[in-house]
């Protein structure tokens, strides 16, 4: 019978559970991980390599070229019917290959998007050995300690050991989005968030055990998801297969007459194989798989495979100041106490000892904490604000652990960014004292009194328009600004009362410098025709200054409260004249900025908090940090930035580019291809007096395999045109196929195939030689010249990919095997002489500059 953890008791959880206030030990936690395996859900439909290589064969074009094999064999049986065996053995061989082909493609990219999903694998704060540690959120155990707070997911099923004001979105199980509030004893279930508040929770079941776990288990619900890249090949796919299951037919129907049944048959289904492109999809996604797995060794995680597509088009950023533009690593520099000035260098601890309730309500109010690394050395984690107060504090004799020791936490309302503010009860002896930080205007607006002197006055007009424009002058230095206040609590204080009548204590001014590389990046991004708009929670002098120091040009800009009175309307008109900066923001005006951002252009969205989840969702590109995001920033976002840092935003527009340019490459040179293989049959069969087919089969499905295969796939890796960011973004909605690449493909592939047709009368009535071997080796040869072509007009060096050169290298070397070696025996073909190649070279120079120029000529008229 299943335990029933709602009903049972804190205490008999823990009995049961062998644990208590300080965790379990490490080695304890390691014997329970092989007992109840990792703290993970188990994906079933989990794709093994058999069933990969057994998928290739699922294929109807694939079926079709073995039902044909089988069919050639049958008839080699017949009464007075020649031996089909050489012809049966070479298209199995072929298939063979492509399978093989397909397999390793397939598979590479399966682990490729496995690997991506380990690395977005949470971390989690554990109380182990009586320490609090960071581990994986595959390592917690049953009996585990865990400390949470508001935005984190919960990484298993757990029950509360202690609550400050939790609030849990239970919406993933029930449906409902209200929040609802926690307490002690209270259960969290696994991947349920946290609104707000913070405690500890005992682990009681992890991974498959889990709710969520049973859930999985019955409904498996993990699938693959399709990129839309996948959708519009596969779409474009099935529309071709129509046109060339036409074409063959009529090209059969030629064929039977000229050249009976058996090779009609057989050129009709080699051509459909050839023609149509069934692997670009799995090509496709492997392209996409290995620029995510670049993109993460630039520090930009991909969750979705999707947006490595949808990162390359984006022409707005909306980028968070704290973190992202600077380097989140703040300093206390400034001071202001009773209406005197102190510089953090200067000061002492008979300055602290004065400004006493500054430096208690910097080190009480603050939810950092000290956590061992590896080497058992301690650090402090937590938001970045809150480090500078604690190390601010620590420096003249308040540690927050010592505090702590003195003033005991009794109750906590978190910081949201609604409040704006963050406050604690601590007890000290029989007395009880509320400590208050948040926005300066928000602190003081709840305050009555101050202290001067030593003393507790009343808070009049004059101080209070002298702490403000204080605040504004450290604000135009790029400082950030906190304000803190304090009270002393009478008996049964209403929670309400608890923020009101406060004392003014004094204002902390702190430096987070801009990152030294996002002035650059910002001024690269408006070269790529990027807009770049800043939208923060500080006030507007602070925003101003950074957005000056960064180089982010901007007309005037709107704080929140603005933001509130205008109508959407009004707001896009403002962004139409150039308003770059939104200070003093909500999560919700960042969400409304958005839509209406959304109605021209494609918008990349960053955020790291929990109400930044719907904004994240709704941007084309969500962008959580890594370092400062919440967990639930980071569940609902598509790119996670490792270092937070602006500038990765940008590499990764410039690697969502190449990686576009790339598909539109190897999709432009396999289709042009394809199209002059059919072009050149059909015409052949049908205006030439032939009594055998220009190419066999066999020649056809070598083709596609030699084409088709490596050098399609190096075209996948190749680098960044030099100009990939002084391009502007490609407009909404535009496909791979665009008109200029239709265009391309069809008048080169047209021109490809008079150049062949060319090349193979002339080896006829010059009598040069085998025209069908000139033939078959001018379509490799002139397959491989369409590449240069494509990278000339991106203006790349033939050496700057070396895969593609090995590829064409290796490509090459095979299809001389089959023409020079004993091997010609069975593809029906004859080494070629010196004037045939004379012809295929001298045709291949005017095919280079033939394609160049149509390549331009296009271009100029589709500007």
């Known amino acids: ?47 093994s390599p058999v069933m990969i290589f057994i998928a290739q064969f699922k294929s109807p074009l694939i079926l079709l070229l073995v039902g044909a094999a089988l069919v050639l064999a049958g008839l080699s049986f017949l009464p007075g019917s020649e031996s089909n065996l050489v012809d049966t053995t070479l298209i199995l061989i ?83 989005s209200r929040a609802i509030r926690k307490g002690q004893s209270g259960m969290a279930f696994m991947n349920t968030s946290l609104i707000s508040g913070r405690g500890t929770m005992l682990v009681i079941n992890t991974g498959m055990r889990t709710q969520v776990g049973r859930l999985a288990e019955k409904m498996q619900e993990i699938r693959d998801v399709k990129t839309p890249f996948q959708l519009e090949l596969a779409s474009f796919s099935k529309r071709i297969f129509w046109l060339v299951m036409i074409v063959a037919a009529v090209i059969f129907a030629l064929g039977y007459f000229k050249f009976g049944l058996y090779m009609a048959f057989l050129i009709a289904i080699s051509l459909a194989v050839a023609a149509i492109p069934e692997g670009l999809p799995a090509v496709v996604t492997l392209a996409l798989t290995f620029g995510a797995k670049f993109m993460v060794r630039s520090k930009a995680l991909i969750r979705r495979l999707p947006v490595v597509e949808s990162i390359g088009s984006i022409n707005v950023i909306c980028t968070d100041k704290t973190g992202t533009l600077t380097k989140n690593r703040m300093s206390v520099t400034r001071v202001m106490f009773d209406d005197v000035m102190y510089d953090r260098k200067e000061m002492n601890k008979e300055d602290a000892k004065r400004m006493e309730m500054l430096m208690l309500c910097s080190a009480l109010c603050n939810n950092t904490s000290e956590v061992s690394d590896d080497e058992g050395k301690m650090r402090r984690i937590g938001d970045q604000t809150e480090i500078a107060l604690a190390d601010f504090s620590e420096r003249f004799g308040y540690g927050k652990q010592d505090m702590e020791r003195i003033y005991r936490r009794t109750h906590e309302i978190s910081f949201t960014s609604k409040r704006k503010r963050m406050s604690v009860v601590c007890r000290y002896g029989s007395r009880r004292f509320v400590f208050v930080k948040g926005a300066p205007e928000i602190v003081l607006d709840r305050c009555t009194r101050t202290l001067s002197g030593g003393r507790v006055r009343k808070l009049d007009r004059m101080s209070r328009e002298k702490i403000l424009k204080q605040d504004n002058e450290f604000a135009a230095h790029a400082l950030r600004v906190l304000a803190f206040g304090f009270k002393e609590l009478k008996k049964d204080v209403p929670e309400k009362g608890i923020e009101k009548d406060l004392v003014f204590t004094g204002l902390a001014a702190m430096l987070d ?13 408006g070269t790529a025709g990027i807009r770049v708009i800043m939208i923060t929670g500080d006030n507007m002098e602070t925003a101003k200054a950074i957005a000056n120091e960064v180089g982010l040009g901007s007309k005037g800009g709107i704080s929140g409260k603005e933001l509130s009175g205008m109508s959407d309307d009004s707001l896009a008109k403002r962004l139409d004249e150039g308003v770059n900066i939104f200070a003093r923001t909500t999560p919700f005006d960042k969400l409304r900025i958005l839509k209406v951002l959304q109605r021209d252009n494609r918008v990349a969205m960053t955020g790291d908090g929990v109400n930044d989840t719907l904004a994240l969702k709704k941007a084309d590109v969500g962008i959580a940090m890594g370092e400062r995001g919440t967990e639930v920033a ?21 690697e969502g580019r190449r990686i576009f340019d790339n598909i539109r490459k190897f999709v432009n040179y396999l289709l042009t291809c394809n199209f002059s293989e059919v072009f050149v049959i059909f015409m052949a069969t049908l205006l030439l007096a032939l009594n055998e087919p220009v190419l066999l089969p066999v020649h056809i499905l070598w083709i596609n395999l030699l084409t088709d295969g490596l050098p399609a796939l190096a075209l996948g890796i190749d680098p960044p045109a030099p100009d990939i960011m002084e391009r502007k973004p490609r407009k909404k909605g535009e496909s791979i196929l665009d008109k200029r690449t239709i265009y391309n493909i069809v008048s080169i592939g047209l021109a490809k195939s008079a150049l062949l047709l060319t090349v193979f009368i002339l080896n006829i009535y010059l009598a040069l030689g085998d025209a069908r071997t000139a033939l078959f080796m ?21 050496f700057d990919n ?39 070279l001298v045709f291949a120079v005017v095919g280079w500059f033939c394609a160049i120029y149509i390549t331009k000529l296009i271009n100029a008229r589709l500007k």
Not at 634 to 654: M, P, Q, R, W, Y
């Open 513 to 525: 410098p801009p990152r030294d590389e996002v002035k650059q990046a910002i001024r690269e991004c």
């Open 634 to 654: 980071k569940e609902a976002s598509d790119i996670i930035l490792v270092d937070d840092n602006f500038a990765t935003i940008k590499n990764a527009v410039k």
């Open 802 to 840: 070396r895969w593609l050169v090995l590829a064409l290298v290796a490509s090459l070397a095979l299809q001389l095997v089959v023409i020079y070696t004993p091997l010609n025996a069975y593809f029906g073909t004859v080494p070629l002489n010196l004037a045939q190649w004379g012809v295929l």
């Open 94 to 176: 072929i298939v063979i290959a492509s399978c093989v082909s397909g397999f390793f493609q397939d598979w590479k990219a399966e682990r490729a998007i496995e690997a991506l999903r380990q690395m977005s694998t949470p971390i989690a704060r554990v109380i182990r050995d009586g320490k609090e540690k960071q581990i994986l959120t595959t390592g917690l155990v049953p009996g585990d300690v865990i400390i949470v707070e508001g935005g984190d997911v919960v990484p298993a099923d757990a029950k509360i050991i202690q609550a400050f004001d939790i609030m849990l979105d239970e919406s993933i199980l029930t449906g409902e």
């Open 778 to 798: 001018g379509f490799v040869l002139y397959e491989f010249l369409r590449i240069g072509v494509i990278r000339y007009q991106e203006k790349l060096g033939f």
């Open 1 to 47: 019978m299943p335990t029933d953890w709602k009903r049972m008791s804190l205490g008999d959880a823990c009995k049961k559970l062998d644990t208590g206030k300080d965790g379990i030990t490490e080695e304890g936690a390691a014997k329970r991980l092989k007992i109840y395996g990792k703290n993970e859900i188990t994906r079933k439909s989990k794709a």
